[in-house]
């Protein structure tokens, strides 16, 4: 029991995600996205790291984010102790200011300019069918207030967060296949500029979907709408994603620490199957609760999740 625990106990404190090929493509086209203030489309099967490269791109940005406040203070720290000093030389019985305060050694150049974070995730779900729900959560995301009678009014707070900013801003929204065709018009409608219109918007927008998703922005597919056209026509970007590569399964599987050959032959089979990389790490984790990734615990565990291998 003991064993189990501690298993379970190593399993928990690894990190929740993976430097993979994968996730670093999707990061990079985020960037861009948000660079550029474009329209993103970024759409594949479940459990190939678009989620999650999302998440991390926002964990990185709020990182930076609280650098820059930090420094910012220690800067501003640092000046006023100066301005001080220099009162107190200007009065010659006054006694020594003390001493100077630190500021990190490594400047921080935009520090005046990045007072928070500037992507803001949404993750959209079955009941937000109403351009409403859909606005409240992203000024729940930017920290504004959502006591607004409308989606116009709460669009127009967010259109005004967005200005006030001086680097550009991401909203992303991921499962974007659960939003209706008003709230996705109310959104595009966030990215125009109403004096400068083009392809550049107000800020980036990035919607993250499944593959049916996608199918809507295609015209010349029988899913389409034909309300979908201003959209379309917007699109900066496109990133479709099919499977897993292999290089994404073997980063995972080194990652995870899973070395047995004849296990992460097994593990390579399943990620081209639904679910993917997320299947994938489920069994490592089942099968390291019961005594180690072996393919003798990956059968056991794929017994117990209800997975075919």
């Known amino acids: 029991m003991a064993e189990v ?22 990061g990079k086209n985020i960037a861009r996205v948000q660079t550029e203030c474009l329209i993103g489309l970024i759409y594949g099967p479940p459990g190939v790291g678009k989620s999650v490269a999302l998440h991390r791109a926002a964990a990185a940005d709020a990182a930076r984010a609280a650098a ?4 910012h203070q220690a800067y501003e720290e640092r000046r006023a102790w100066k301005f001080s000093r220099s009162l107190d030389l ?6 020594p200011a003390g001493d100077e305060p630190l500021i990190p050694s490594k400047p921080f150049l935009d520090a005046d300019r990045v007072r928070g974070p500037s992507l803001f995730v ?35 707070r967010v259109r005004a967060f967005i200005d006030e900013q001086r680097v550009p801003v991401l909203v992303a929204v991921d499962e974007a296949q659960n939003l209706e065709i008003p709230a996705l018009d109310l959104l595009r409608s966030l990215w125009d500029k109403d004096d400068e219109p ?112």
């Open 68 to 71: 820059a406040s930090e420094w």
């Open 90 to 95: 200007l009065d010659r019985s006054a006694a």
């Open 198 to 309: 083009g392809e550049r918007g107000r800020c980036g927008l990035l919607f993250v979907g499944n593959e049916e998703f996608a199918t809507r922005w295609n015209p010349r597919d029988p899913g389409h709408k034909a309300r979908f056209t201003q959209l379309v026509s917007r699109i900066g970007l496109r990133m479709p994603i099919e499977s897993s590569g292999d290089d994404d399964v073997s980063a995972l599987l080194d990652h995870l620490g899973v070395g047995d050959r004849g296990a992460r032959a097994c593990l390579h089979h399943t990620a081209e199957k639904p679910g993917h990389l997320r299947v994938v790490v489920r069994l490592v984790n089942e099968a390291r609760a019961i005594g180690g990734v072996t393919l003798d615990t990956l059968r056991r565990a794929a017994a117990r999740v209800g997975v075919e291998l």
């Open 5 to 26: 625990v501690q298993l379970r106990k190593e399993r928990d404190e690894r990190p929740t995600w993976a430097p993979l090929p994968m996730t670093e493509r999707i």
């Open 122 to 156: 949404v993750t959209a779900n079955a009941d937000m069918k109403h351009p409403k729900a859909v606005f409240e959560e992203v000024a729940r995301a930017m920290g504004l207030r959502r006591d607004a009678s409308n989606a116009r009014s709460l669009l127009a």
